[in-house]
């Protein structure tokens, strides 16, 4: 008898022409629509076979079992009772005895050492398992012999490592009488297919949608078309294929018909008894499958090259991904527009989708995306990886904050009430840095300028709530330490387990730490890979939002199967994405993969075009994308899309550009640029600052805007998180051990000077916290400093009269009308009648050519406040202004006389500061005139934090 098996070409939809045949054929039989079971490859084809048979049948009506073949079970296939067949181990004890076994190699042979990466590891082991299971291999009689001598020796070790799986694995299950899933699932198909072989069903069984089918699926096909109402309908089959191109699929596995004609073979029947499933009118899109048949031959009949047409094809050219993703949306927004139109992206790229998702909330557009999300990315999970990180880092700042800020965390405390104290948290640990630990956080909050008692209770409560989650030196059971990680979270989060991310996640957890439980302790460092090792790839689907769009979609491949929409946007069609590049695994190179008969990654790629084929014959308009720049480096098209451009080159045609890629451009561009006005905020006089320090002096030169944000608006900037350390902190060190230890003009005369200057630097070193590699780089260098200062120290107190006098940090002041300027020395002398004034500098002192343009005014002045005996007990006439360079480098310090000590140029530069710095501070406080933001291009500071207050990019001409 011949083989029932029939095809449905690629340009008709394939769910609708099933479910009109099946109705068809009840009407014809004279029996029930219900009477029969029809499989399909997997769930979401199940759901969209049920909307087609609604469709067909124009109203309600009993359908026939519907199942997914993918996803074969006892109750899926209608075995209720009958079977001796061995459990199935579950996926998550076969993980953690494969994990244990990695960890039992002591880190033999590359095995790891750390349970989350033996975890990971244990992924692919099972991924090799449900491989050759599929593929009915039996690893412990192909695996010995696949490597050559002349290969490398660590094949040779990965293959000793792999007795895991050809040994010992099989002796485990023989222990506990189970076997791996895929194996189990394999028993219930082929038990399935003798039931039927056997005792053939009375009502109708199709097998349908299947491209492509592992031994067994084969094998159930081949009965399934031999029984008396059974049927395979095979999807998107060729019959126009040039009889040698068929004949050669055997050795074209990326071919997307050599999926079909491995089946066919499976099935035993020959390509010219495969039958139309439904006699139909002509679509108007058989041009796209003589496209699609030209693209992926060699060669094509002239007749073929004639008839391919790019009719309803488009190439979305986008610059880079985020200008894709948002071309894409713009082009399902415009799809929608026309009523009753249903539009879809399909890609593999799930960062893509996630972007063309966003883009449309932002149109006001809810697509539902078949793939769901990572449970990892769920708010839950979020929280939990962020208190493990907290943790982690013994509550840093960053972390911290990152924790508390989280929606779902209150602290025991009413929300509101717990993100202030947050937010207050934040502006101590900007201002304070104390360093991680709730202790030092709570020793800042209590001996801040203004002391937070409310913010220490918070911090000392909170830590309590934490204390569950203890990660101490001793190691602990991967188990107890997940337990302690939620047991705290529960603490801190009320609301942690509500919602379907909640519920998910419980039942994920409970599943994983329960098999978790007989594995070897572990460090409390593994904490952050371990959650992140247990959550995996496990993903949320919810159910359809209220909100969603039902006419537009976004499909991963598998769900895009079989299905059809009105527009299709194929995304992401770049190599190494569309198809995926070809993945041998960690454990065998592709020879080796063939010489064990494993499946061929090529095999993959040839489903892939298949699918591919279909969607695009299938579906009215169908948009080709691809960005020119993936990531940093330029993305190179899919050879899929490759071979259409060819194509169509060939038969004299062409692609068209979709417009999309120019909607785009002009989303957020404004077609004419308005230049705003430059800010001139002229605050009253009484507002105006008459104060000044010398600082404030130099950033008014440079910068008088800044001086309206900070001294009139009062707006400060605050310090980032966790800075940095730079030159300014090692200046401030410097600074205050100096301050502390050189009150006295003798200091440098006792033996221990130095030893003391040293010892002063060292605990204004450590009171810092810094990291102890930073640490002990600047200590050296302050050491280095130590000795130099007390060198030249001692050199100048040589020649100093006792009635002279020296003083560091000495602050000092110059009144003129209402104004006053106020400055600190680093080092003032009094030598007789005459003034020394020296600046300490850690980094670069300025030029002199800097000082004479007035626009590094900081020596002049203090000459000016000294002259004008601005610094108690210091009066006469300066005739010295230099600058000390400390390094601590290969040259521990350089002393460095303004102008070389030259009087003329010295006395100019004073005198240019005693006149021009009075007239500066009676300008600005003209009510008339305008703080202008960075009215001289030439001295703009170096730090600019009041750019954004201005909306400089709004009006400056370069911006």
Not at 43 to 59: M, P, S, T, V, W
Not at 240 to 257: C, E, F, G, I, V
Not at 501 to 508: I, Q, T
Not at 521 to 532: C, F, Q, R, S, Y
Request: a neutral charge; glycine letters at 8%.
């Amino acid at each position: 008898m011949t083989p029932h098996v029939r095809f449905i070409s690629a340009d008709r939809p394939f769910l609708p022409e099933l479910a009109r045949a099946w109705l068809d054929e009840a009407t014809r039989d004279g029996r029930d629509p219900a009477d029969g079971v029809l499989f399909l490859p997997t769930r979401r084809a199940a759901r969209a076979a049920a909307a087609a048979f609604l469709d067909a049948k124009g109203g309600p009506l009993i359908m026939p079992r519907i199942a997914a073949i993918g996803a074969a079970d006892e109750a899926a296939l209608g075995i209720l009772a009958g079977l001796d067949l061995p459990p199935a181990i579950t996926a998550e004890e076969r993980r953690a005895i494969l994990a244990r076994l990695i960890l039992g190699m002591g880190g033999r042979d590359g095995a790891p050492t750390t349970l989350a990466a033996a975890l990971l590891l244990a992924d692919d082991l099972a991924l090799l398992l449900d491989t050759a299971a599929q593929a009915e291999i039996d690893l412990a009689e192909t695996l010995p012999g696949i490597v050559a001598p002349d290969l490398a020796e660590h094949w040779q070790r990965t293959l000793d490592f792999l007795s895991i799986v050809t040994r010992t694995w099989p002796a485990i299950l023989a222990e506990r009488g189970a076997v791996d899933p895929a194996v189990r699932q394999r028993m219930l198909i082929d038990a399935q297919a003798e039931r039927w072989r056997l005792t053939p069903p009375a009502h109708p069984v199709w097998l349908a949608g299947l491209a492509a089918a592992p031994p067994a699926l084969g094998r159930l096909a081949r009965v399934v078309a031999g029984l008396p109402h059974g049927c395979v309908v095979l999807p998107g089959f060729d019959p126009d294929l040039p009889d040698k191109a068929w004949s050669m699929l055997d050795h074209t596995p990326t071919h997307p018909q050599a999926g079909l004609n491995r089946l066919a073979e499976a099935i035993g029947v020959r390509r010219e008894e495969v039958a139309p499933l439904r006699e139909g009118g002509a679509t108007g899109r058989e041009t796209r499958v003589a496209l699609l048949r030209r693209a992926f031959l060699p060669t094509a009949p002239a007749a073929d090259i004639a008839a391919a047409s790019a009719d309803g094809l488009w190439r979305l050219d986008a610059a880079d991904e985020q200008d894709e993703a948002r071309a894409i949306a713009l082009t399902l927004r415009h799809a929608l527009e026309t009523p009753g139109r249903h539009a879809a992206l399909v890609t593999p790229d799930r960062g893509l989708a996630q972007r063309v998702a966003a883009e449309l909330e932002r149109l006001g557009i809810r697509a539902e995306d078949s793939a769901g999300e990572r449970l990892a990315d769920t708010p839950p999970a979020v929280l939990l990886r962020l208190l493990a990180a907290a943790a982690a880092s013994d509550y840093d700042a960053v972390p911290l904050l990152a924790l508390l800020k989280h929606p779902l965390v209150n602290a025991g405390l009413p929300a509101g009430r717990c993100r202030a104290l947050a937010r207050r948290l934040d502006l101590l640990l900007r201002a304070a840095l104390p360093g991680p630990g709730f202790s030092a956080m709570r020793h800042a909050a209590d001996h801040s300028t203004k002391p937070d008692e409310a913010l220490s209770t918070f911090l000392a409560d909170l830590q309590v709530s934490l204390r569950p989650l203890s990660l101490g030196p001793a190691k602990t059971s991967p188990a107890s330490l997940l337990a302690g990680l939620v047991e705290a979270a529960e603490a801190i989060a009320d609301e942690l387990w509500t919602g379907e991310a909640g519920a998910a996640l419980s039942e994920h957890l409970a599943v994983q730490i329960a098999a978790l439980d007989a594995l070897p302790d572990v460090e409390a460092t593994e904490l952050v890979p371990l959650l992140d090792a247990v959550l995996g790839n496990a993903r949320l689907r919810r159910p359809r939002a209220r909100d969603a769009n039902p006419r537009v979609a976004i499909w991963g491949m598998m769900e895009a199967r079989l299905q059809r929409v009105d527009t299709l946007v194929l995304g992401g069609l770049v190599e190494g994405v569309f198809p995926a590049e070809p993945e041998p695994g960690p454990w065998l190179s592709r020879p080796m993969r063939r010489a064990a008969r494993l499946p061929d990654d090529a095999e993959r790629i040839g489903e892939a075009a298949h699918d591919l084929g279909i969607l695009i014959a299938s579906c009215d308009e169908v948009i080709l994308s691809a960005p020119r720049r993936r990531g940093r480096a330029p993305a190179v098209p899919s050879r899929f899309l490759a071979r259409i451009d060819l194509a169509l080159r060939g038969a004299g045609s062409a692609l068209k550009q979709h417009p999309a890629s120019h909607w785009s451009t002009r989303l957020d561009q404004p077609t004419l640029r308005i230049a705003r006005p430059r800010p001139e905020p002229r605050p009253p006089a009484r507002a105006r600052p008459i104060s000044y320090s010398i600082s404030k002096v130099t950033t008014l030169l440079s910068d008088p805007y800044a001086i309206y944000a900070g001294e009139v608006l009062d707006l400060h900037t605050l310090n980032p998180l966790q800075a940095e350390t730079d030159a300014a902190l090692f200046g401030t060190i410097t600074h205050d051990a100096l301050k502390a230890v050189t009150r006295t003009r003798d200091w440098a005369s006792a033996p221990d000077a130095a030893a003391r200057l040293a010892h002063a630097f060292t605990s204004e070193l450590r009171g810092k916290r810094l990291r102890r590699a930073l640490e002990a780089f600047w200590l050296v260098r302050l050491e280095r400093i130590a000795e130099w200062i007390v060198e030249i120290e001692r050199g100048r107190l040589a020649d100093l009269g006792k009635a002279d006098d020296i003083k560091v940090e000495l602050p000092g002041e110059w009144r003129f009308g209402h104004f006053t300027v106020k400055g600190r020395a680093d080092r003032i002398e009094r030598r007789g009648e005459t003034l020394a004034i020296i600046d300490y500098k850690t980094g670069s002192p300025p030029a002199d050519k800097a000082v004479e343009a007035g626009s590094a005014p900081q020596l002049p002045i203090e000459a000016v406040i000294a002259e004008a005996g601005g610094f108690p007990g210091f009066t006469g006439k300066v005739t010295e202004l230099a600058y000390w360079k400390l390094s601590g480098g290969a040259t521990e310090g350089e002393t460095r006389a303004l102008f070389g000590g030259n009087a003329g140029p010295l006395r100019a530069v004073i005198d240019a500061a005693r006149t021009q710095i009075p007239a500066l501070l009676a300008y600005y406080a003209d009510p008339a005139t305008p703080f202008l933001d960075a009215p001289h291009p030439g001295r703009k500071p170096y730090d600019q934090p009041f750019a954004g207050i201005s909306r400089r990019a709004e009006w400056q001409e370069d911006a």
